[in-house]
């Protein structure tokens, strides 16, 4: 668990040292937003392509940080998502503290870091924007992590075959509400990334807007994600996740038969390669040309995802009988008359050979194609 816990400092600290580092660029390459930011208590954005750079930053650094600590902590890095976390079971009320404690640290050490290091004036605190009202900025900031999480719950935790690929749809969501929320709040949809830089920095008056709305948005998507699970919203779309060609759109017929028509070539042509090795092939199980032979080939078609499906050959792990030398089979016959002499069997029990068509075929090493 404290392995856990230092891996979420580890993943905030390089989640902010990219993010933050990426903004304090854009604001140290932008004149005007050098002169702008002077005043602390508003948030303004010189430029459209200022606004595009943090966006950026931001949405790429949590990718990056997310899957390079994906497989080790789950790559949370934020206390507001792990409140949905909590509230759904998928993270204990003791990890929920350490990795909470984590993330804090990690944020105000990646503050601290980037500001002793970075030159010019440290801009990267979370304010309201010009004309942006605080309960403005707490709708704005609930809406945005509202569906920052709910990304998390359906992508990550909900355990799917896109679920690898989790942090780019995350750091994708990151990136649009960015663009978004950047302008308005800042866009923190994480208490922790506004927390570090105001304790470095200082805090500005509705510092507590980062803290009410990214929770309020956390318990949103927690009452929509445990909704969802109510509905038992997979069996809405059953076959979304299908590989099999028969879960394909019908377009009248035409991209079934292509299909099928793919997989009867593909059939024929593995048929042709197995003639030529002299093994035959016919309808359920194939044994070699001669008995004994080591490969005693089976050929089925795999599971395809797309285009046409591929064939795979699973081969006998069988090979002849090794002849017994004489000394070999003395032994063997005295062993054979202990066992009898002290009433055992000499019933021998043949073990049930296990081929590579059945390992590829059990659904523990099945293989998509």
Not at 85 to 102: C, D, K, W
Not at 138 to 164: G, S
Not at 220 to 227: G, K, N, P, S
Request: glycine fraction near 10%; aromatic fraction near 8%; proline fraction near 5%.
């Amino acid at each position: 668990m404290l392995i856990k816990a230092n891996c979420f400092y580890s993943g905030t600290l390089l989640f902010l040292l990219m993010g933050l580092g990426g903004i304090q660029a854009a604001a140290v390459s932008t004149e005007a937003a050098q002169a702008e930011s002077a005043t602390r208590s508003t948030n303004q954005v010189a430029s459209v392509e200022q606004l595009l750079y943090i966006s950026t930053s931001m949405g790429l650094a949590l990718l990056a940080a997310a899957w390079t600590f994906f497989r080790v902590s789950g790559s949370v890095f934020n206390p507001n998502v792990a409140i949905a976390l909590v509230l759904t079971g998928a993270l204990s009320p003791m990890r929920f503290v350490l990795y909470v404690i984590a993330e804090i640290s990690g944020a105000i050490a990646a503050s601290a870091i980037l500001k002793g290091v970075l030159p010019g004036k440290f801009s990267v605190s979370n304010s309201l924007g010009a004309g942006t009202k605080p309960w403005q900025g707490v709708l704005i900031e609930a809406f945005l992590t509202c569906a920052l999480t709910l990304t998390v719950l359906l992508v990550a935790v909900e355990k799917h075959r896109a679920t690898p690929f989790a942090p780019v749809a995350i750091g994708m969501v990151l990136f649009a509400a960015h663009l978004l929320g950047v302008v308005f709040t800042g866009a923190a949809m994480n208490s922790a990334r506004a927390f570090g830089p105001a304790v470095v920095d200082g805090f500005v008056e509705e510092h507590w807007v980062y803290w009410v709305g990214p929770s309020f948005g956390a318990l949103m998507a927690t009452a929509v994600y445990i909704f969802l699970k109510g509905v038992d919203y997979y069996a809405l779309t059953p076959k979304q996740d299908s590989d099999q060609v028969e879960d394909s759109p019908d377009l009248k017929g035409i991209e079934v038969r292509m299909r099928r028509r793919h997989q009867n070539f593909n059939s024929l042509q593995h048929s042709d390669r197995l003639a030529q090795t002299g093994v035959n092939v016919h309808a359920g199980n194939h044994d070699g040309p001669q008995m004994g032979q080591r490969q005693a080939a089976s050929g089925y078609p795999a599971y395809s995802a797309y285009g046409a499906p591929t064939v795979v050959t699973g081969y006998n792990h069988s090979r002849p009988a090794s002849p017994v030398s004489p000394n070999m089979a003395a032994g063997l016959a005295m062993a054979g008359g202990m066992g009898l002499a002290l009433g055992g069997s000499s019933t021998n029990k043949a073990l049930p050979e296990e081929t590579e068509q059945q390992q590829l075929g059990s659904p523990r090493t099945s293989r998509y194609i």
